[in-house]
């Protein structure tokens, strides 16, 4: 966001700040996948494209913020990204829009398509976390399994918090699909990622390795 690595809490207030790139790409460089967000993208009103494809150059990216179209998803394989993240351009008039879910599989291919269910108080939130909707995360599973090749669910209310991930969640969200599931939102501990990996569920881990709670 702005130019620099931060870290929000609930998507709101930013919590942490760091201009400090070479330093966090080093540290990052140890894990499978990094998860990177246009921030500013995602809530319309600018974009961070030149730092976001510089990192891509760097390390194996998950990218997402502000995708609206497929053009800006293959802009972004073509530099280097490894996934990219589609989450409210899916939904559509207050629905889930299956059309631009198939024209997303059918050109880039499921392997590179994670979808994103953002949820607050038990519901799908878009456009940078900013608007409700009605639509459930169960719902937005079912419709879409058959499109993508893995779903990130963000669980708002503890998004930065550190407060841990409500796992029961994961346990009820991980036999709606048959794709890979990975879960945000508050992970404090090498506990709670094991967890996780215990029930089939990845772990998107930021706060607590920013803090160093997870080493």
């Given at each position: 966001m ?6 929000l809490?609930q998507g ?14 080093e540290?990052?460089?140890?894990y ?9 993208a995602?809530m319309?009103?600018d974009t ?8 891509c150059?760097?390390l ?5 913020g502000?995708?609206r179209?497929?053009?800006?998803a293959?802009?972004?394989l073509?530099v280097?990204?490894?996934?990219v993240i ?7 008039e207050?629905?889930?829009d299956?059309q631009?879910a198939?024209e997303?599989v059918?050109?880039l291919?499921?392997a ?10 038990g519901?799908?939130?878009?456009k940078?976390?900013k608007e ?10 079912r ?9 990130l669910?963000t669980?708002?209310d503890t998004?930065?918090?550190m407060a841990g991930?409500?796992?029961q969640?994961a346990?009820e969200?991980?036999?709606l699909?048959k794709k890979k599931l990975?879960v ?5 501990s090498q506990?709670e990622?094991?967890e996780?990996?215990?029930i089939g569920?990845d772990?998107v ?7 160093g709670a997870?080493?």
């Amino acid at each position: 966001m702005g130019g620099k690595i931060v870290q929000l809490v609930q998507g709101e207030k930013k919590a942490l700040e760091f201009e400090n790139f070479e330093y966090w790409i080093e540290r990052f460089s140890a894990y499978p996948l990094v998860q990177l967000i246009d921030l500013d993208a995602a809530m319309g009103k600018d974009t961070n494209s030149r730092l976001i494809e510089t990192i891509c150059k760097r390390l194996p990216c998950q990218v997402g913020g502000g995708i609206r179209t497929i053009e800006r998803a293959k802009e972004l394989l073509a530099v280097g990204a490894k996934r990219v993240i589609f989450g409210s351009a899916l939904l559509k008039e207050g629905a889930v829009d299956t059309q631009m879910a198939a024209e997303a599989v059918a050109t880039l291919g499921a392997a590179q398509l994670t979808f994103a269910i953002d949820s607050r108080n038990g519901k799908v939130a878009i456009k940078g976390w900013k608007e409700a909707t009605s639509i459930t995360p169960q719902e937005m599973i079912r419709v879409l399994d058959g499109y993508c090749g893995a779903f990130l669910y963000t669980h708002i209310d503890t998004e930065g918090t550190m407060a841990g991930f409500p796992l029961q969640v994961a346990r009820e969200l991980a036999p709606l699909t048959k794709k890979k599931l990975i879960v945000a939102g508050g992970i404090r501990s090498q506990a709670e990622v094991d967890e996780l990996d215990g029930i089939g569920v990845d772990a998107v881990v930021g706060m607590a390795i920013y803090t160093g709670a997870i080493r």
